[in-house]
């Protein structure tokens, strides 16, 4: 008996420290595994690279209020977790700690430290309150200090870290250069972009209408919905930091659409002769897609005047993608704004390579010249009947001068001979420039696309692969009225059939037994 009794308390011993062992061992040792499409769970590769490569110690204090409920616990337990991660792969260069704000003075240092208290609703004795919390963090490198002061967007929490501890290792930002002088979008007047793109580089206009020249040391140069044609002296600034080896996006308005007054006639820009030496070309027509967004219109009912939304076939919601190509391998939908086609066709007799980035979908059309345009129009299968229609595209390689062998614009004649071709590099085309604009880029994949189209052009791919993970729902296929109909009417047959098909099933299935066992009586 005592044999048994002490083999009884040497197993649960055992038993015991195995289990505290483990418990141990699981809180140092991280692991999970991520069966999403996009491994939206797991640390990208930019981000393990950006950790691994830090020279010296990264301090993360994260300021949580503790006990707080669902869903604001979780923002808790993924932002331990990745941060788990990245101190995983950070070689000892990384170190985080909780901090619990509590009474006057831990409230105060979260303060300090740029995180303010946010109000967030929770349920007590059955009865909603207010609570004041705080979710945010702060990162200390050397003299420098990076602040995520609210964790609200799970999806984006790995590229807001790793874009903020970009900031805080990188010594000097790249410059990223935008056109002004022909009544182009200001870039700072479209407040999320213009935030977006300064949190990673310095952003600074370019006025080449008034005889300006693109500086040599912009990573990028943007040239976003002008209106007014660009003189011969403008053209061969663009042509010349082209062949220095530059990066350019155009993003094009062709039509001049105006929802307001319900009209649209083509514009001319003056650059459709450069960018066909450079392969590719804007076309002068509007493009409609049965995928789209939805606008909203007043329309009278029953004598009263009614709010009602509509979908608008002249704004794309685009879900077809390059999946070759980081820009846009990973976004679900981003929606257009009267975009025009893009043709890249006369890429290849050049010597260049094109890759179309996104097309519209299968039940799409397009239309030339002036049009008048009516939100309450039904389109026949007929004006919907292309499909894929290319709506931007990425050209590269070496470029031929669109001077090369020209008379150079006046002004110009004393100046240095003109570069006649690039080195290796790249520009991207995009058939409307309004995508991005506050009234516009509603839709998240709106800025994630422009934002991915500065970091291409300036060769800092690693924020692209971590910005394009999303854990949003992709977009419905889109599916004829036919087949609507035959799913909905599934959905209600359907089940009560099953039910009494089982039911006969069975009863048939007794009525055969009770035969066979009256006939073996």
Not at 40 to 59: E, G, H, N, Q
Not at 95 to 109: L, M, S, T, V, W
Not at 284 to 297: E, F, G, K
Request: hydrophobic share 40%.
């Amino acid at each position: 008996m005592n044999n048994k009794r002490t083999q009884t308390i040497i197993g649960t011993l055992l038993v015991l420290g195995i289990l505290i062992v483990v418990n141990i061992i699981s809180i140092r040792l991280f692991g999970r595994i991520d069966l999403t499409k996009q491994r939206v769970y797991t640390l990208s590769d930019a981000s393990k690279r950006l950790v691994r490569s830090l020279d010296d110690r990264v301090t993360v204090k994260a300021y949580f209020t503790e006990d707080l409920p669902a869903p604001y616990n979780d923002n808790r337990r993924e932002v331990l977790d990745m941060l788990n991660e990245y101190k995983a792969y950070a070689g000892g260069n990384l170190q985080y700690e909780f901090i619990n704000p509590e009474g006057d003075k831990g409230e105060q240092e979260a303060r300090l430290a740029g995180v303010p208290p946010v109000n967030v609703q929770v349920v007590k004795e059955d009865r909603f309150e207010v609570k004041r919390a705080y979710l945010g963090l702060v990162m200390l490198y050397e003299d420098k200090k990076e602040t995520l002061p609210v964790i609200q967007n799970l999806g984006s929490l790995e590229y807001d870290i790793s874009s903020a501890l970009k900031r805080l290792t990188t010594s000097q930002k790249k410059r990223i250069g935008y056109t002004t002088g022909h009544d182009e979008t200001d870039l700072s007047t479209m407040k999320q972009a213009y935030e977006m793109l300064t949190s990673q580089y310095d952003v600074t206009p370019v006025n080449l209408a008034a005889g300006g020249t693109v500086p040599s040391d912009l990573a990028a140069l943007l040239i976003i919905a002008p209106q007014k044609k660009f003189n011969d002296s403008s053209k061969y600034q663009i042509d010349q930091y082209l062949m220095r080896g530059g990066k350019i996006a155009f993003l094009l308005n062709k039509v001049n659409a105006n929802l307001q007054s319900q009209y649209a006639q083509p514009m001319d820009v003056n650059l459709d002769d450069q960018l066909s030496q450079y392969g590719v070309r804007v076309n002068a027509d509007l493009v409609r897609d049965a995928q789209c967004a939805y606008v909203t219109v007043v329309q009278q009912q029953a004598g009263f005047m009614m709010q009602s939304q509509i979908p608008f076939p002249y704004m794309p919601m685009v879900s077809s993608f390059n999946k070759d190509n980081m820009i846009v391998k990973d976004l679900q939908n981003l929606v257009f704004y009267f975009v025009s086609s893009v043709d890249t066709s006369a890429a290849a007799t050049k010597g260049l390579k094109a890759e179309v980035l996104v097309r519209s979908s299968a039940r799409s059309g397009r239309q030339n010249g002036f049009l008048l345009i009516d939100p309450s129009h039904q389109y026949t299968p007929a004006e919907l009947s292309e499909s894929g229609i290319p709506l931007a595209a990425v050209v590269s390689g070496t470029f031929k001068s669109f001077y090369a062998g020209k008379q150079l614009p006046p002004g110009l004649v004393s100046s240095s001979s003109p570069l006649a071709s690039s080195p290796e590099t790249r520009i991207i085309v995009v058939g409307d420039g309004d995508f991005m604009r506050d009234d516009v880029a509603k839709n998240p994949g709106n800025l994630t696309f422009f934002a991915n189209i500065v970091d291409y052009l300036a060769d800092d791919a690693g924020l692209i692969t971590i910005r394009s993970k999303n854990v949003a729902m992709p977009p419905l296929d889109q599916i004829s009225d036919g087949t609507k109909k035959t799913v909905k009417y599934g959905d209600l047959l359907l089940p009560p059939i099953a039910v009494i098909a089982y039911g006969l099933l069975r009863w048939r299935t007794r009525v055969t037994r009770k035969k066979a066992m009256e006939a073996s009586l």
